[in-house]
């Protein structure tokens, strides 16, 4: 035992535990408990991600011909809009940080809850709030802007845009709070020995992405409230009708969006780094640069949003500069790659369903990752923009990163979350099945977009429909590989075998109390002598 | 030429002409120097994700739990392998920098000595504007081996001016100019693409882009792209085609951004402001010139107006045309 204290054994299932402590709806709506919350954020996720993926899957369909299948232009343009704002806003920026983040990071540090407990009830009910604005566009009227909210079309459609971006607003407050919440959390309540350089690696990440999220959100929250007076008052600042600039939305928006990118992948790649280590069993390669590089791209990922606007109105000073920049966020992620790899070295590596999940990863992120070269070109990025090329480049970053790392997350602590065990079996069908279907989808659209397929297209040239096609058949794939994931998880919550408080033999301290774990996540405050990553023999 | 029935005629179907396996043709002056930065970085790609891939496969295979008890290697960092795999990949993807930005340099500046045409994007419109005053809707004809440069701009929302086999994009906004150039370098017929999303008509919104020999080019600005010897029905199925009304008005019966033509003339409608109005010539000139002065009941009032680029016996061909859709 390398990181507990030595002299209180772990205590095996008490009989009271957190789900159980309990009982009624009341007791989970009015609850402070981190993992409790971390639980309803889980669900709220999913749901969101589930609604997600039906249009994704809805929208595949679609293109399976050049001109109608199933739906009209309008449909269409309304369903990519909230296949993107879903996803983003309700999916991948609370997911990682909200459901994992919030049930693993307290017990990781060996603390009782988070700093502020009651506010982070208050963020999952402003991310419920955010969400019913947000999703209350599906009956009054769709969305079609994209999810970008570009100017001049979001201020003169048609369509649901205060409503959406009121909810966009709202579930911006739930995001800045949770990230504040994690940082004070992080500098005042880790138990006695857990010093920084003890900390759990996905920790780093957590506390790197919860300082973009308080820096950058309010950017977005002000940039929606201006978008908002556009529509209602009609101030003139982005519309050029009224002698605004439409340029200067995509600056204000990308300022967020941008550094946004890396609160979706920074929480991924912190999963990735206790997926590798536990289940190969061997010390993480490269703790300080894995921990250092997080905190880089959060910093450089600041200054790198004028990329999406190398072919915009930006001037070409701007976008050689946005260039350099971007090349220089390149390296962090690479630092991480290739010490996950040198993590793997000498490893026992056993492959349980979150290590294929963390394989998967490894093999996606960087074809997402070394994709990014081609648009950071600025020549090159010439002919790919708006195409299919960059479509298919941060779904590899996007999902095969953040997501894949989200379900392996999801998989390394589901026995701790539940006390149940799932099937392994079905959990490397799953796994297999997403990775095949996802390779389908996502690399054909790569060939696409640099064949000169344009992204947001209903109709398209006949000449693209072979690809088109094996792309959809591959979105068929995927959404089976969940289904059957779907499947495996629920039927562990009723026949699956009761979960030991350490399945996988990790080291950090959420490891050493029982699964699930009691309401104040452990019965002694933790002295802890040794790093999170300590698999040496003498501590077995 | 449009078939009476045809739900929507879009102006240009021509194929992007392949060239390697990844990339179109390519056609002009620029598109070499971005084909050999994408064969630069693609093999550079190639190269790392070999090496990482690879490596990982290696590892899984050799390092496979044997038993519960194996004992991993402790040795947890390496300040040389740190600084190698961060100064190499610096060195590398400084280079890619340079060459990224040396083609996109070469987009920006047009030569001295290029040929203007005006460019203007609206929903779901492209309309050309040469020098003499010659305008062409949905059709760009061009000079081969001659520098054009576009000064573009945008009557509505965003839309982005690309032509794959010339590898150029630029944004076309609305109350700026932008520009952009390039030197075609083989006759033939070309798509160009609108890639802003700009809404319901966005994947409608295409072009021909036309390289024609300089001889040729010469002759058609002068003639000025039209003839007018021929009965107004028939001119006016043209100018229909040429002004991609079909986008937005079907002929037959079936509702799209716009009313249907079918059957519409002297045909009581009801406008959005209750008034029922009968679609005689009179209305119809009004509608195609000044389209937002009566709209019809359910519909947004988003067709461009034509005062300003179409003549009155071109609008006199186009109501005769209507009048034939019963």
Redesign the interface.
């Known amino acids: 035992m390398a990181q507990a204290v030595a002299d209180s054994p772990i205590p095996e299932q008490s009989g009271t535990n957190y789900i159980n402590a309990q009982k009624g709806i009341l007791s989970w709506l009015l609850t402070v408990d981190h993992k409790r919350i971390g639980l309803m954020y889980l669900a709220s996720t999913i749901i969101a991600f589930a609604l997600g993926g039906f249009f994704a899957l809805m929208l595949r369909l679609e293109l399976l011909t050049p ?1 109608r299948t199933i739906m009209d ?2 449909t269409y ?1 309304q369903a990519f809009t909230l296949h993107g704002a879903v996803m983003v806003f309700l999916f991948i920026i609370p997911a990682v940080p909200g459901a994992i983040g919030n049930f693993v990071l307290p017990i990781m540090l060996g603390a009782k809850d988070v700093a502020f407990p009651k506010l982070n009830l208050l963020s999952l009910y402003l991310y419920w709030t955010g969400a019913l604005f947000t999703l209350s566009s599906l009956v009054t009227g769709g969305l ?1 802007t ?1 999810w970008t909210f ?1 100017v ?2 979001s201020a ?3 369509g649901a845009v205060v409503k959406v971006t009121l909810g966009v607003f709202i579930l911006g407050f739930s995001s800045i709070l949770t990230g504040l919440n994690f940082i004070v959390t992080v500098h005042k309540l880790r138990a006695p020995g857990v010093s920084w350089f003890r900390l759990p690696l996905l920790v780093w990440a957590l506390y790197a992405t919860s300082v973009v999220q308080i820096l950058a959100t309010p950017v977005l929250g002000i940039t929606l409230v201006l978008l908002m007076m556009e529509r209602v008052l009609h101030i003139g600042i982005f519309d ?2 009224l002698g605004g ?3 200067l939305f995509q600056h204000f928006f990308w300022f967020y969006s941008h550094p946004a990118v890396y609160i979706m992948i920074l929480p991924g790649m912190g999963i990735i780094s206790e997926i590798i280590s536990v289940h ?10 894995i921990a250092f590089s997080s905190m880089a791209i959060a910093l450089i990922g600041f200054l790198v949003w004028g990329h999406h606007m ?4 930006q001037s ?1 000073m701007a ?2 500069i946005f ?2 920049l971007t ?2 966020v ?2 962090p992620s ?2 991480k ?2 010490n996950w ?2 993590t ?8 349980t369903t979150p290590m294929l999940f963390a ?1 998967s990863f ?2 996606l992120f ?2 997402g990752g ?2 990014g ?2 648009c ?8 790919i ?3 299919y090329f960059v479509v298919a480049h941060f779904h590899y970053v996007m999902m095969g990163g953040t997501v894949i790392a989200f379900v392996g997350g999801l998989h390394h602590w589901w026995p701790k979350m539940t006390g149940k065990m799932y099937g392994e079996k079905l959990g490397a069908l799953s796994c297999a099945l997403v990775f095949i279907g996802f390779n389908a989808t996502f690399f054909t659209q790569f ?1 696409l977009g ?3 397929m ?10 693209f429909q072979p690809l088109h096609q094996f792309s959809t058949v591959g979105s068929w794939v995927i959404g089976l590989g969940f289904i059957v994931m779907a499947y495996n998880l629920l039927a562990s919550l009723t026949s699956g075998a009761r979960a030991p408080a350490n399945p996988w033999g990790g080291k950090s301290l959420e490891w050493q109390t029982a699964s699930p774990p009691i309401t104040e996540n452990f019965e002694v405050t933790p002295k802890v002598t040794h790093g999170p ?1 300590d ?3 003498e501590h077995q | 030429m449009i078939a009476p029935d045809t739900a929507a005629p879009v102006a240009s179907q021509e194929p992007i002409h392949q060239g390697s396996f990844w990339l179109p043709k390519a056609v002009s002056t620029l598109a070499p120097g971005v084909d050999n930065a994408w064969n630069i970085v693609m093999w550079v790609c190639v190269f790392f994700f070999v090496l990482v891939i690879g490596t990982m496969l290696y590892f899984m295979w050799k390092y496979k739990r044997r038993s519960e008890n194996d004992v991993t290697s402790n040795i947890d960092h390496s300040a040389r392998l740190e600084i190698a795999w961060t100064l190499l990949p610096l060195i590398i993807v400084m280079a890619l920098f340079f060459v990224g930005l040396t083609g996109f340099m070469n987009s920006a500046v047009a030569p001295s000595d290029s040929f203007e045409i005006q460019v203007t994007g609206e929903r779901w419109l492209w309309t050309f504007i040469y020098p003499n005053g010659t305008i062409s809707p949905t059709k760009l004809i061009v000079p081969k081996g001659k520098p054009v440069r576009m000064v573009m701009s945008s009557k509505d929302v965003i839309h982005s001016f690309f032509v794959p086999e010339f590898r150029i994009k630029r944004d076309v906004i609305p109350g700026q100019y932008t520009s952009i150039w390039f030197e075609a370098t083989e006759a033939g017929k070309y798509t160009l693409e609108c890639t802003e999303y700009c809404g319901q008509g966005h994947s409608d919104m295409l072009a021909t882009v036309e390289v024609v020999e300089p001889e040729a080019f010469k002759q058609w600005l002068e003639s000025g792209g039209e003839d007018k010897n021929m009965p107004p029905a028939k001119r006016g199925e043209g100018l229909f085609a040429k002004w991609q009304c079909g986008t937005c008005h079907s002929l037959d019966g079936s509702r799209k951004v716009g009313p249907s033509l079918k059957g519409l003339f002297n045909r009581d409608e009801t406008m959005n402001d209750g008034k029922v109005v009968k679609a005689d010539e009179n209305y119809l000139r009004e509608s195609i010139l000044v389209s937002n002065a009566k709209v019809v009941k359910g519909y947004e009032p988003v067709m461009p107006l034509f005062k300003d680029t179409l003549k009155d016996d071109q609008v006199d061909a186009l109501i005769a045309y209507i009048k034939e859709q019963k």
């Open positions: 001109k232009a309008a343009n079609d994209g570009y001049p079309y003169t459609t048609g050029p009708a600039d439409p340029v190969a069993k061997r010390r993480i390669f490269g703790y300080k640069a190398f072919v915009a109105g070409h976008a050689t260039s350099f090349f220089l390149a390296i690479g630092v790659v290739f790899l040198l793997l070295w000498r490893g026992s590596i056993k492959y394989l490894m093999f960087t074809i070394l994709t070269l081609f950071g070109m600025l020549s090159v990025d010439m002919h923009h708006d195409t060939i640099s064949r000169g344009p992204r947001r297209y209903y109709n398209y040239l006949d000449q990553y698999f040496s023999p």
